[in-house]
């Protein structure tokens, strides 16, 4: 077993008996266990490992587990095959990786010993518990009979920020909605936590998973570098500076000592759209936001500007340093008051490090409050009768301009696809006419904003898809291939 995927995995495994155990034969393993205090030091960063064995709905035994930090779930261990022995009282576990893991039952004591095959110390050991972890293992509570129950509702309006409505205005196919909704109680789309539809300036979709809800925060991850392209947009023109084909030592006047003949054709539009051509791996350990801007531009140089697309965190924190070179002002206070507040975004956390505001990530919203910013880029920077992010920005902040790879292509901080980029996912649009345009916000884990204009729309997704199987960016293809084409047959 690699032991790095243990450190920040999470569990599911699902253990089919054959029908000659009867329930009797394994009673004495079923129930709730969570490792002791000692133990999960073993797995890295995760505070607590649960292991959950129990009988489904067609009475077939299961085991299901995870590991968490401060009660939140963290990442899938595929597992492949499961066997017990009752007499031996021994669950011999295989993973994805053909490793073999060994989990002997101490039933006198209530002890369940894990032994991992590339530890030589001693067995990570689990006991019995009476924690109610039930939103931690299902995406809905199941009923009595074990099953989970779908049962649509139209979003509650809370405000005069959010207009709602009923998402069978819009798609007459009940059935086909009914069974997406299923595929995503499944997690055949991934462990979302969240799924929201605007529809025609209404919010007709909003469902949440896993203990979710629409009062609770969520990690934006780099969605937060899509936010911090419309708070420039808005510092731009509020400073009437309107080119971005200027070199970015013009903001910084101050570093004219780190320019080189390479570095001095740095422009703006390259920082931008991340072909800046900054080396990514050096470490940052000084302090404050002035030393954070010249620690970026003194970095070294991997390409030249303009020559290749590089994700970049250090572009998305140079666009923060701009803004508050021109503010005076963190991002985070400028969003307050520019942007937030005129969206009715009343609470929200960015996280600092080091005392500096990063832009390239560490925002938290709740999932409405992203699909409120992907309505506002829909409508142009328009809300409620006023003008928040210019027009032009938004235009040419969603326009591609450089390949990221053959399947999506970048903007101002802003991703791109349409049908000339490929899919890497089987059967492409097997059930839509044809692949719609759409720009988005993509944050780690499968954190997503995505807007299709063509349909007036705007899809939100949040989860904890972080596992390197690519289930975080499995929610594009349920875009394009399942939820498009619901609101293509109500558009016939």
């Known amino acids: ?164 409505d009923s998402i069978f205005k819009c798609v007459k196919d009940s059935t086909a909605f009914y069974k997406l909704m299923d595929r995503i109680i499944q997690q055949k789309s991934g462990r979302l936590e969240s799924i929201l539809i605007i529809k025609d300036e209404k919010l007709i979709l909003e469902e949440y998973f896993f203990g979710y809800n629409r009062t609770k925060l969520h990690r934006i991850n780099s969605c937060t570098k899509s936010v911090t392209s419309l708070l420039l947009g808005i510092t731009l023109n509020r400073n009437k500076l309107s080119k971005v084909d200027q070199s970015i030592f013009n903001f910084f006047p101050q570093y004219d000592s780190y320019k080189t003949p390479e570095k001095e054709k740095i422009t703006l539009k390259h920082v931008l759209t991340m072909t800046a051509g900054f080396n990514e791996e050096d470490d940052f350990e000084d302090h404050g936001p002035d030393n954070f801007v010249r620690y970026i531009l003194n970095s070294q140089m991997d390409t030249n500007p303009g020559e290749k697309f590089r994700y970049s965190g250090k572009c998305s924190n140079l666009l923060g340093g701009i803004i508050y070179t021109l503010e005076n002002k963190q991002a985070d206070e400028f969003a307050k008051d520019v942007l937030f507040n005129k969206l009715g975004i009343s609470e929200f956390d960015w996280e600092k490090e080091n005392g500096v505001l990063p832009c390239d990530a560490g925002l938290q919203l709740y999932p409405r409050d992203m699909a409120k910013i992907g309505l506002l880029v829909l409508n142009n920077g328009y809300w409620n009768g006023e003008q928040i992010v210019p027009k032009v920005w938004i235009e040419a902040s969603t326009k591609p301009y450089v390949a990221e790879s053959d399947f999506f292509d970048y903007g101002y901080q802003w991703w791109y696809r349409s049908k000339r980029n490929k899919s890497w996912w089987n059967d492409p649009v097997r059930g839509s006419k044809s692949e719609h345009d759409m720009f988005l916000a993509l944050g780690a884990g499968g954190q997503y904003i995505m807007v299709i204009r063509d349909l007036n729309m705007v899809i939100v997704t949040t989860s904890s898809d972080y596992n390197k199987d690519g289930m975080d960016h499995q929610k594009v293809p349920m875009v394009i291939e399942e939820i498009v084409p619901l609101f293509e047959d109500s558009n016939l």
Request: glycine share 2%; with cysteine; aromatic share 10%.
């Open 1 to 164: 077993m690699n032991t790095p995927k243990l450190f920040l995995a999470a569990v599911l495994i699902v253990i089919s008996f054959n029908s000659c155990f009867n329930k009797n034969t394994t009673t004495d393993i079923e129930g709730l266990w969570i490792a002791t205090e000692v133990t999960p030091s073993q797995f890295g960063d995760a505070d607590e490992v649960a292991l959950l064995i129990n009988r489904d709905s067609n009475k077939i035994l299961t085991a299901r587990a995870f590991f968490s930090r401060n009660n939140k779930f963290k990442m899938e261990w595929k597992i492949i095959n499961v066997q017990y022995d009752s007499i031996a009282r021994r669950l011999s576990v295989i993973d994805s990786d053909l490793d073999t893991i060994i989990c002997s039952l101490d039933a006198n004591n209530e002890i369940l010993a894990v032994h991992l095959p590339d530890k030589t110390d001693d067995p990570v050991d689990f006991v019995r518990s009476d924690k109610d972890l039930t939103n931690l293992f299902y995406a809905r509570i199941p009923n009595e009979n074990g099953k989970i129950v779908y049962s649509y509702n139209k979003p509650e309006q809370i405000d005069d920020y959010l207009w709602t």
